[in-house]
């Protein structure tokens, strides 16, 4: 039972952690990544199916995205989806391919991003830590139905405070990686 807990709480923060990564990992950074289109869905026959799944997405250039449909008839169905997408990309289609260019930042965006990243960062603290709370207040249930010793409760108790504040560095050193990014 000790060791489960430990487990659970280990297995919930990492799946917070693993959020904010592709969160982070969505924010755009004036150079081409095939996950800028990873939230655009395109009506494919009737399904919604996200664009690397009915197309090639290739980087050639850092500023530049290039997408080749499988299905040629699907071109300007991507291309709407994109539009209407609002990730502030334009599409410009060609005979079997789309190319999107990715405009540089300016530095009044770059600081916005940053700020951005801070309150992803934040939430995912809080995140972390309300895990913490719920499994202490579990913790202490068990303890006062005399599953477990008083000794083990404290103990468990401090692992999962370790682990909190292990994932919150991890947090803090990702987020630093991610700042320098955007600001270089």
Known sequence: MYEEIFKQTEVE??????A????IGT?????????????????????KLPINQIATITIPQPQLLLIQPWDKSMLEKIVKAIQVSNIGLNPLPDASVIRISVPPLSQERRNELVKILKKMEEQ?????REIRRKK??????????????EDESFKLIER?????????????????????????
């Open 13 to 18: 923060m990492k799946k917070a952690e693993e």
């Open 20 to 23: 904010f990564l592709k969160e």
């Open 27 to 47: 924010l755009r950074l004036g150079r081409a990544s095939v996950s800028l289109l990873e939230e655009v869905f395109v009506d494919y026959y009737g399904s």
């Open 124 to 128: 995912v603290k809080i995140e972390i």
């Open 136 to 149: 202490n207040e579990e913790i202490k249930k068990i303890e006062k139905d005399k599953e477990i010793s």
């Open 160 to 184: 999962i405070q370790k682990l909190t504040d292990k994932f919150i560095e991890e947090l803090e050193k990702k987020t630093s990686t991610k700042e320098k990014e955007i600001l270089k």
